[in-house]
């Protein structure tokens, strides 16, 4: 069994949403202000644990545990459990801030969790209390201590650049990440359209950031690199370790993309599918199913459309010289 969708994309990958609430408050990703669901509309545990062993049955072998900020729902450790318990999980993941990381990570990885993603887009503690709007950054730190004390791994940094804020920070951040066993992932600042605040001239391109880390560490492509993954991996030369790029915006990459996404405030128990989101490409506004979030690579495949951010996107990047890249 598998989920195939209309363009023949097998998934085996699902992301579960547990709640759309955070603890900061990153430009880039929401409103200043956010308007939250009610409690009552967000997926019970058992909900959400019942929905990951239906798809499990149906070919999912990959769990990753996602937000808003997943550490800020009460108990999650529980759910971990439940979820490292069904039959047929191969992989059990989690994307967090790291603000909470620290207390947490101990019971998280005896509960099962295995692999754990912490977002950090600066070491700069002014900066980061600019960009995230908390002053946060010990706390992140410890927690990466924490979750790597705890035997939870491989651990990885995903980044993202802004320019005129922290694009000069590439370099810094991954030599942080050699020095403690941390992969880095860059991830280009997408067009999520929260506050409606993406603009093109603060993109940061891959291509940039690798000739600026391999200026410094020579960087080879990982032969045995997933083709499915959102990342490009990048291994370094000298054998210490990898950092990876996921270009959405300038090389679009989802139509090799094996996930799929369930939202924190819907249910299978309704009478309509569940509501999903292909690597968080399009417009947080506009809720639209599968086959419509689909935002392929190039050469771009005619019978896969992108969705309306998507493709504004990638429209004034193609427009751009070699050197305004």
Same mark, same amino acid.
């Given at each position: 069994?598998? #989920?195939?969708?209309? #363009?023949?994309?097998?998934?085996?990958?699902?992301?579960?949403?547990?709640?759309?609430?955070?603890?900061?408050?990153?430009?880039?990703?929401?409103?200043?202000?956010?308007?939250?669901?009610?409690?009552?509309?967000?997926?019970?545990?058992?909900?959400?644990?019942?929905?990951?062993?239906?798809?499990?049955?149906?070919?999912?072998?990959?769990?990753?545990?996602?937000?808003?900020?997943?550490?800020? %729902?009460?108990?999650?450790?529980?759910?971990?459990?439940?979820?490292?318990?069904?039959?047929?999980?191969?992989?059990?993941?989690? $994307? $967090?801030?790291?603000?909470?990381?620290?207390?947490?990570?101990?019971?998280?990885?005896?509960?099962?969790?295995?692999?754990?993603?912490?977002?950090?887009?600066?070491?700069?503690?002014?900066?980061?209390?600019?960009?995230?709007?908390?002053?946060?950054?010990?706390?992140?730190?410890?927690?990466?201590?924490?979750?790597?004390? *705890?035997?939870?791994?491989?651990?990885?940094?995903? *980044?993202?650049?802004?320019?005129?804020?922290?694009?000069?920070?590439?370099?810094?951040?991954?030599? #942080?990440?050699?020095?403690?066993?941390?992969?880095?992932?860059?991830?280009?600042?997408?067009?999520?359209?929260?506050?409606?605040?993406?603009?093109?001239?603060?993109?940061?391109?891959?291509?940039?950031?690798?000739?600026?880390?391999?200026?410094?560490?020579?960087?080879? %492509?990982?032969?045995?690199?997933?083709?499915?993954?959102?990342?490009?991996?990048?291994? #370094?030369?000298?054998?210490?370790? *990898?950092?990876?790029?996921?270009?959405?915006?300038?090389?679009?990459?989802?139509?090799?993309?094996?996930?799929?996404?369930? $939202?924190?405030?819907?249910?299978?128990?309704?009478?309509?599918?569940?509501?999903?989101?292909?690597?968080?490409?399009?417009?947080?506004?506009?809720?639209?199913?599968?086959?419509?979030?689909?935002?392929?690579?190039?050469?771009?495949?005619?019978?896969?459309?992108?969705?309306?951010?998507?493709?504004?996107? %990638?429209?004034?990047?193609?427009?751009?010289?070699?050197?305004?890249?």
């Amino acid at each position: 069994m598998a #989920f195939v969708d209309t #363009f023949g994309r097998i998934h085996d990958d699902l992301r579960l949403s547990i709640t759309d609430r955070c603890n900061l408050r990153c430009a880039y990703c929401m409103p200043h202000e956010p308007v939250w669901y009610p409690h009552e509309a967000i997926l019970s545990f058992e909900e959400i644990t019942r929905v990951a062993r239906l798809a499990i049955g149906e070919g999912v072998g990959k769990l990753r545990v996602t937000g808003g900020e997943p550490l800020v %729902r009460r108990d999650v450790a529980s759910l971990i459990g439940s979820l490292a318990a069904l039959p047929g999980v191969t992989d059990l993941s989690l $994307t $967090t801030n790291g603000v909470l990381l620290e207390p947490l990570a101990g019971e998280l990885r005896s509960a099962g969790l295995r692999r754990v993603n912490v977002s950090l887009d600066t070491l700069d503690r002014a900066r980061f209390a600019r960009m995230s709007g908390r002053d946060r950054l010990p706390e992140v730190l410890r927690g990466l201590a924490a979750a790597a004390a *705890a035997g939870i791994g491989p651990i990885k940094i995903n *980044a993202v650049l802004l320019r005129g804020e922290n694009e000069h920070e590439a370099v810094d951040l991954v030599r #942080f990440g050699r020095d403690h066993g941390y992969e880095v992932r860059f991830i280009e600042f997408m067009p999520l359209e929260n506050d409606r605040s993406w603009d093109l001239g603060r993109v940061v391109g891959g291509s940039e950031v690798r000739r600026a880390i391999a200026a410094v560490w020579p960087i080879v %492509r990982d032969p045995a690199g997933d083709p499915h993954a959102p990342a490009s991996r990048f291994l #370094f030369e000298d054998g210490s370790g *990898a950092v990876g790029f996921i270009d959405s915006v300038t090389a679009p990459f989802c139509a090799a993309c094996s996930r799929i996404r369930l $939202t924190s405030d819907d249910s299978l128990y309704r009478a309509s599918p569940a509501r999903t989101w292909l690597c968080g490409s399009t417009a947080a506004s506009a809720p639209i199913g599968l086959a419509q979030c689909s935002k392929p690579v190039s050469p771009v495949p005619p019978s896969v459309p992108l969705s309306p951010s998507c493709a504004s996107a %990638r429209r004034k990047w193609s427009e751009l010289s070699d050197d305004q890249r």
